[in-house]
């Protein structure tokens, strides 16, 4: 099968790539920038979506990128970058000839008010009360196609955990150093997933004719787990200790208010309909995920 993916080529993408290439399928990018085995959006809106048989959408701007000030000019990226993209592909299937049997996106937890003890399925409400949770409500609403020749499912994704970026890229060397710790108290829900188990539900999400709607993006173990954990799971696979906490002071300072809240609070994120739908994780608890991204 062919399939065809914006975002591609990013973190997530990458893994998702080299999963439907080894299953045998044909998997090309929707690409800011072109290049081989890729269009770019404006090709896409100009002449299309050629035929194919499945479609992601993996495009977004990266939120926690530090170097970047939460100002409004960073703001319309992160929501363009994601609603926009979104529209563009939706539009495109809607008006194909041939349209795609199905259609994923992956959107985020950040759908759901975070809370130290509320957990979440998939039916739980969300989507409006701040910035990322309206963001979440917006994209997927943006991803809406009329009809149902094309099955659409949305995977909201917790934090992603693997070697290539996200989080662990990130994090690695202040722990290496030994300088690694929880954030703030480390009480808070740390809703994570392994970007091998994300890439496959995506996949299943992809070739499997009965799955549709939303599905939870996290580990079987996330609900259970807090920052705190991840901390001292980590550096216990990296040999470290973990002891030093990241004041909230300075994750307000470094990211500002609004992204200092996917740091210093969380959700307690159940996979129900994931398990339900038949996905069988690779990765299910935080010491096989850590122990595979770090070996
Ligand atoms: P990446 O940061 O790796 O970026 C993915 C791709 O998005 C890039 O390769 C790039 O493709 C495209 N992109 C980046 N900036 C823009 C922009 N301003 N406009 C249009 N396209 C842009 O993302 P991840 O792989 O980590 O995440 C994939 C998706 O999953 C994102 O939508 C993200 O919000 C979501 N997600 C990720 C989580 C995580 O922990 N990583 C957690 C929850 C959700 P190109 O250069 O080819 O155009």
């Not at 070739?207 to 216990?236: C, I, K, M, Y």
């Not at 809240?261 to 096989?288: A, H, I, N, W």
Request: glycine share 12%; aromatic share 8%; proline share 8%.
């Amino acid at each position: 099968s062919l399939f065809k993916s914006g975002g591609g080529t990013g973190f997530v993408g990458g893994a998702l790539t080299q999963l439907l290439r080894n299953r045998g399928h044909e998997v090309k990018h929707v690409s800011r920038h072109p290049g081989k085995d890729r269009i770019t959006w404006d090709d896409l809106s100009r002449v299309g979506l050629p035929p194919c048989d499945g479609a992601v959408n993996l495009a977004g701007e990266n939120v926690l990128n530090p170097l970047r000030r939460w100002d409004e000019s960073f703001c319309r990226d992160v929501v363009a970058s994601r609603v926009e993209t979104t529209k563009t592909l939706a539009k495109a299937i809607a008006e194909a000839e041939w349209p795609p049997r199905a259609w994923v996106i992956v959107t985020g937890v950040g759908y759901y008010r975070p809370s130290p003890t509320a957990e979440y399925t998939e039916e739980s409400p969300g989507g409006d009360f701040d910035f990322f949770s309206c963001l979440v409500k917006d994209w997927e609403a943006a991803a809406k196609v009329p009809g149902d020749a094309t099955r659409q499912v949305v995977v909201r994704s917790g934090v992603v955990l693997g070697r290539e970026g996200g989080a662990i890229a990130q994090m690695l060397w202040p722990f290496r150093l030994g300088l690694g710790g929880p954030i703030s108290s480390g009480c808070q829900p740390f809703p994570w997933i392994h970007v091998g188990d994300l890439a496959g539900i995506v996949s299943h999400a992809l070739e499997q004719e009965g799955v549709h709607g939303v599905l939870n993006g996290v580990a079987p173990a996330a609900p259970t787990t807090t920052n705190g954990d991840f901390a001292r799971a980590l550096g216990s696979v990296l040999n470290r200790p973990a002891l030093l906490p990241v004041p909230g002071f300075v994750v307000r300072a470094v990211f500002g208010p609004e992204r200092a809240t996917m740091l210093l609070e969380g959700q307690r994120v159940v996979p129900k309909r994931t398990q339900e739908s038949g996905y069988r994780y690779s990765f299910p608890d935080l010491p096989t995920a850590l122990q595979n991204i770090l070996d």
